[in-house]
């Protein structure tokens, strides 16, 4: 059973693995922040924990929780090449684990409910991307119960500061988290929500899956035991993590919208303004010594989150449906979502790539590229991809179309209604055109022992 509990034994676990790094340095929240936790994410190094954030004395800052294949395996407790696996465990209702109430919880301990005291501001909110229309709470986990069937719920939606209580909060028209507020705006009603910030990395996976029941469920089956929860101060939300950070609770107002954006998204573009839903904040709460968490938006943690971890189970059942031979699948980060990767054993024939890869489109609407290769390719190493698709694609023969195919409406390729071009990429070894020798390949050394 895994000892991860909270945010602070996560970050235990990283120190211990070499995955952390503690700036001591002050940083700013305006870009500073934000440019060095990419640079983290994109050069393979370790989070960033900013013991030193500039204007906020007594916080501190850290990015990057699940933002590499090793960090996400950490997090779930299980090795690199379990986590489609352990993901798929998960997300099977047969495994969920209900949360267990408890009335205590250590950011209920700094609490300000006083409407005239709350100042969301004094927060070290970020100012990300130098596009980026305001400070942006990314990180931030929504908690929800529908108002009539009381189901909860945990997700992700950009909240843009707009006043000492208020934030503009983007609701994407398929969320869980809409059709509550929608319920309650019919009958005239505030929505009560909890944003629960800096959490233990199963809760952060949780919330950016699709689920029918409540996502601390799924944190729960990551865990093997109960997540624990507790009931808001101001608000009539019960799930709301006991072990966070920090804890802002308020009401999505009914009929009141205002524009809030741009923000990088998923796709690596900043996304427009949008007239979006009021969230007025009634109460903030957090622990000592507290770490405000977030993640930089459009960059590996926002795709793993979003488009990784939580379709590649889906992915892997599609396409293990269309072969047998199916070894491992793979989304990988720096393609935002669009291109996914199949792993065959050696293949059956030469129609099984092709077959494959029309099962992996079928699997979700965002992935508009599949490339198929073999056991010998290292499917997370982007060099060995690279190298497999400019030495066994001869683009003439190896490469197939699915003109007019329904797409994401924010893919940068297709139109505004998602319509545009799939493309599967035959990369397999041996296609019967001439003789090939063997991959050259060198074991791996301990430098250390010729370096010192």
């Known amino acids: 059973m895994s000892t991860i509990h909270d945010l602070r034994s996560y970050l235990d676990l990283l120190e211990r693995h070499n995955q952390l790094v503690r700036i001591r340095k002050p940083v700013s929240i305006i870009h500073e922040a934000a440019d060095?936790?990419?640079?983290?994410?994109?050069?393979?190094?370790?989070?960033?924990?900013?013991?030193?954030?500039?204007?906020?004395?007594?916080?501190?800052?850290?990015?990057?929780?699940?933002?590499?294949?090793?960090?996400?395996?950490?997090?779930?407790?299980?090795?690199?090449?379990?986590?489609?696996?352990?993901?798929?465990?998960?997300?099977?209702?047969?495994?969920?684990?209900?949360?267990?109430?408890?009335?205590?919880?250590?950011?209920?301990?700094?609490?300000?409910?006083?409407?005239?005291?709350?100042?969301?501001?004094?927060?070290?909110?970020?100012?990300?991307?130098?596009?980026?229309?305001?400070?942006?709470?990314?990180?931030?986990?929504?908690?929800?119960?529908?108002?009539?069937?009381?189901?909860?719920?945990?997700?992700?939606?950009r909240m843009?500061?707009?006043?000492?209580?208020?934030?503009?909060?983007?609701?994407?028209?398929?969320?869980?988290?809409?059709?509550?507020?929608?319920?309650?705006?019919?009958?005239?009603?505030?929505?009560?929500?909890?944003?629960?910030?800096?959490?233990?990395?199963?809760?952060?996976?949780?919330?950016?899956c699709k689920y029918d029941g409540d996502e601390t469920q799924i944190a729960g089956a990551i865990r093997g035991r109960p997540v624990e929860v507790t009931r808001g101060v101001t608000v009539d939300v019960d799930t709301i993590p006991a072990h966070a950070e920090l804890v802002l609770e308020g009401h999505v107002l009914p009929g009141v919208r205002r524009v809030e954006g741009p923000l990088a998204e998923f796709h690596g573009y900043y996304g427009e303004p949008w007239e979006s839903p009021v969230f007025e904040v009634t109460a903030v709460g957090w622990r000592d010594d507290p770490i405000f968490q977030t993640i930089v938006p459009g960059w590996n943690e926002h795709i793993y989150i979003g488009n990784v971890l939580p379709r590649e189970p889906l992915l892997m059942r599609f396409a293990s449906h269309a072969s047998k031979n199916v070894q491992a699948v793979h989304i990988p980060p720096y393609t935002n979502g669009f291109l996914v990767v199949v792993q065959l054993g050696k293949k059956a024939n030469t129609g099984e790539p092709r077959n494959v890869a029309l099962a992996a489109f079928a699997a979700h609407p965002n992935f508009r590229v599949c490339v198929v290769v073999e056991g010998d390719v290292n499917i997370y190493d982007p060099s060995d991809l690279l190298w497999a698709l400019t030495t066994r694609v001869d683009w003439g023969q190896d490469v197939f179309t699915v003109p007019r195919a329904q797409g994401h409406e924010m893919d940068p390729a297709n139109d505004s209604k998602g319509i545009g071009t799939k493309i599967g990429i035959d990369a397999t070894f041996d296609k019967g055109r001439r003789p090939y020798g063997q991959r050259v390949s060198y074991p791996m050394v301990e430098l250390a022992k010729y370096l010192s």
């Open 160 to 208: 843009e500061i707009l006043g000492p209580r208020t934030f503009g909060m983007n609701i994407n028209q398929w969320r869980d988290v809409q059709r509550a507020h929608a319920a309650a705006e019919a009958q005239g009603r505030p929505l009560g929500i909890a944003v629960a910030i800096g959490l233990d990395p199963a809760l952060m996976i949780a919330a950016g």
């Open 36 to 157: 060095v936790g990419a640079t983290c994410e994109r050069t393979g190094g370790p989070a960033p924990l900013f013991e030193h954030v500039a204007g906020y004395p007594g916080w501190r800052l850290f990015s990057s929780a699940v933002a590499n294949q090793e960090r996400v395996a950490l997090a779930l407790g299980c090795n690199k090449d379990r986590v489609t696996a352990t993901m798929a465990r998960a997300l099977d209702p047969a495994n969920a684990i209900r949360p267990v109430q408890v009335r205590d919880a250590a950011w209920k301990k700094n609490l300000i409910a006083d409407l005239d005291k709350i100042d969301v501001n004094a927060l070290p909110i970020p100012k990300h991307a130098v596009g980026d229309g305001g400070r942006f709470i990314t990180g931030g986990v929504i908690v929800s119960k529908h108002p009539e069937t009381g189901i909860g719920n945990l997700g992700y939606n």
